[in-house]
């Protein structure tokens, strides 16, 4: 699905309940305590979100929220490439292959008429684990040329935040509810490590793959902190320090 197809769907979903704001229901009224979700928004960056959602009181819900993507290139790569200005960098990025999961916990407070309407904030906790394949080039030399070497890094990166989502929801029919996370800030940590195995012992090749992790590690990359160490055997990648995200999206709602 492209952006224009994308903003247009988006555009017509915005009207449909806006108008549906506006009027007066013409469905009877019906008392659910339970819906589930799903981002639709999501599913064009190949991610797969829903929501299990459960009122608690008269304009208070809890809910958990499941994210799953396959595993596979970075999303929004080229927005990516376009904060870090290392070509080397960049082009490591390019073959990094990462999936994820992230399981999202929430109380919602809602301001419209009852609970599931309107206007509401939401404080979140979210715990996430990325898996990474990361196929790692580097050169050196050997007999005066010049070489070309990979070493495969895997593992997992675990990062854990706190925030605070805003957003509105609307009543579209008797069951139906459309949500809109208009803006969903968070900030946490980050730490794993990532590692790979190969013969090292060329003193060369090891110190030529040092000064490539090194060069990482010095690299813009936002918020994380990179520690990389070598040995005869293979190779380690530590990320740490602060993290933020950000939630959005148009979900589609079930209420029963």
Do not use: C
């Not at 196929?135 to 706190?162: F, Q, R």
């Not at 803006?183 to 090749?205: E, F």
């Amino acid at each position: 699905m492209n952006k224009k197809l994308l903003l247009t769907i988006i555009a017509a979903l915005t009207m449909t309940f806006a108008k549906a704001g506006s009027k007066q229901d013409s469905v009877s009224a019906f008392r659910g305590k339970n819906m589930v979700k799903l981002n639709l928004t999501a599913l064009p960056l190949n991610t797969y979100s829903g929501i299990y959602e459960r009122a608690i009181g008269k304009k208070i819900a809890v809910g958990i929220g499941y994210r799953h993507m396959p595993k596979g290139k970075l999303p929004m790569l080229s927005r990516i490439e376009s904060l870090i200005d290392d070509e080397e960098t960049n082009a490591h990025l390019r073959n990094l292959k990462m999936g994820s999961y992230s399981i999202t916990p929430e109380i919602k407070f809602y301001f419209g008429k009852d609970v599931f309407r309107g206007f509401y904030i939401a404080p979140f906790g979210r715990y996430s684990v990325y898996s990474l394949d990361w196929p790692y080039e580097y050169e050196y030399e050997e007999n005066g040329a010049t070489k070309k070497e990979n070493i495969l890094l895997k593992g997992d990166v675990k990062t854990m935040t706190g925030g605070l989502l805003f957003g509105a929801q609307w009543k579209l029919s008797k069951r139906i509810y459309l949500d809109w996370f208009i803006i969903g800030p968070n900030a946490g940590s980050v730490d794993g490590t990532i590692t790979g195995t190969g013969d090292l012992s060329d003193p060369d090749k090891r110190q030529a793959l040092d000064d490539a992790i090194q060069d990482l590690a010095d690299s813009d990359i936002p918020f994380v902190k990179i520690e990389g160490e070598t040995s005869s055997t293979g190779a380690k990648i530590k990320f740490s320090g602060p993290w933020a995200g950000l939630r959005g999206g148009i979900n589609l709602g079930f209420r029963f």
